[in-house]
């Protein structure tokens, strides 16, 4: 069977958040990405070359196409087109969550969805298995955002929520976030469980949820204080600060 | 004076190595990153608005174009087209480091724009001055990693070299590599010099380069061993295996 123009048409749609909510479904490729999200997510879709194809054992996926490669290049968002493209659904985010004893992520507008797959990738190294986004954050489904992932959207649940009301809800666990003004982080106890909170690229973290913050810690430069260095982007910053905690944690 | 057919052309074919080469330019877009690196490198070419302009004191540049916005949405290489644009001269790299007392970096063939700029960022954020790439790294001043960079550019020197040979000759200092089967880097010994190598994307560090490399390190992941998260982003481990060394030298 091969790709129809319906078909093509679905595909290319997902492109565009509104119809990835209408489907409940979402976009990955490439032969590793594609290969390694099969055994964990539900697939409708999986278009391949028939060399990729045959590369994978038992297949349980709703609809299998062989395509020949310029249709693939023709579907894809990549610059580069491989030889897999597939449909998965949506990940249903786990509803029952113990916070008192893991340390988790909270994101504050992050816009970029580099630094959001890159984030969600990183959360995975560190075993952090629930990312807490605000609703403008930029969408887990977003192409980008699957590729940055590698993979670990698999084994990280991202869930959208009114932040604010989210941090009141839990105020009986730390909340730490990295400020400008906050405290040396090396210096200062940190917990095994708890919420980091890490603001947009441009603007940091929202005043509303700056004020519910329990310790404000700072990433320092070197040498400490040189006043040139400005900042560092948010993914790196979220993989310093996990390191740390994760480091005092062995 | 407006901006003519001719400014329009060049700066458009700055997007291009081969020109960039040629006229030993490049250019950097956005209100705050053209600002910041005024003050410290050589402007030939300074395109703004009128408002933008306005902000701006004593101006050291060959030649300034107030334009009108759409001339800048017209011009630009960024997807938001920003007030300003600039086109400065390449900056001429130290001849004279002094290899025995700092902290370096090298680049194994890294060839995301991104990724590149981002690494320039934090090794500024970390006080490191001198990174080394290998001639088939990603371009220094590709527009991407340019603007990625935010700034920082002004203060680290980037510099290409076959990467086996420099390694070679700086054989008396320690060069640290971060490889799958390195030893846990928070229970090694590290030095407050030295060179970190950093690999390729998909590849990593090459053999030839990897034989060179003295003291292998890993960073551990959480819980330590989980097979299944697979890999880190290359500018995330660099941040966190700096962090480490700089962490160890306060």
Redesign the interface.
Known sequence: MSLSKNKLKYIRSLKDKKFRSEYNTFVAEGNKLVSDLLPYMKCQLLVGTEAFLSTLHTLDVEEVIEAEQHQLDQVSFLKNPQQALAVFYQIETDAEIDFSDQLLLALDGIQDP?NLG?II??A????IRHIFCSVDTADVYNPKVVQ?T???LA?VNVHYVDLAEFLEKHNNIPVYGTLLDGQNM?EQEITRNGIIVMGNEGNGIRPEIECLITKKLY??????G?P??????V??AT??IC??F??R??
Do not use: K
Not at 219 to 224: D, G, K, Q
Not at 228 to 233: C, D, H, I, Q
């Open positions: 580099g890159t990738r990183l995975d190294w560190y075993g940055a590698m993979g670990a084994r090396y990433i320092p430069n070197y040498p400490v040189d040139t260095s400005e900042s560092l982007n993914a790196i993989a310093i390191a740390e994760r480091r944690s062995f």
